[in-house]
């Protein structure tokens, strides 16, 4: 019983210490950049329920 529980760990070891092929490392960005601009506003603007929208637009046109 300790002579196959000691084999078993030495075989372990050495498969665990054989020599692997290196995973690929992920493509790295160097920098994010994140900008305002004025698509930002369209964007926003999808989010507005279309009754608040509608009211909006005839506050406008009673002015």
């Given at each position: 019983?300790?002579?196959?529980?000691?084999?078993?760990?030495?075989?372990?070891?050495?498969?665990?210490?054989?020599?692997?092929?290196?995973?690929?490392?992920?493509?790295?960005?160097?920098?994010?950049?994140?900008?305002?601009?004025s698509?930002?506003?369209?964007?926003?603007?999808?989010?507005?329920?279309?009754?608040?929208?509608?009211?909006?637009?005839?506050?406008?046109?009673?002015?």
């Amino acid at each position: 019983m300790k002579k196959t529980i000691l084999m078993l760990s030495v075989i372990l070891f050495f498969i665990g210490c054989s020599e692997k092929e290196p995973t690929p490392k992920a493509p790295t960005k160097d920098r994010v950049e994140i900008r305002t601009s004025s698509a930002e506003p369209t964007i926003s603007a999808e989010f507005i329920p279309e009754h608040i929208r509608r009211s909006r637009i005839e506050v406008v046109k009673h002015y």
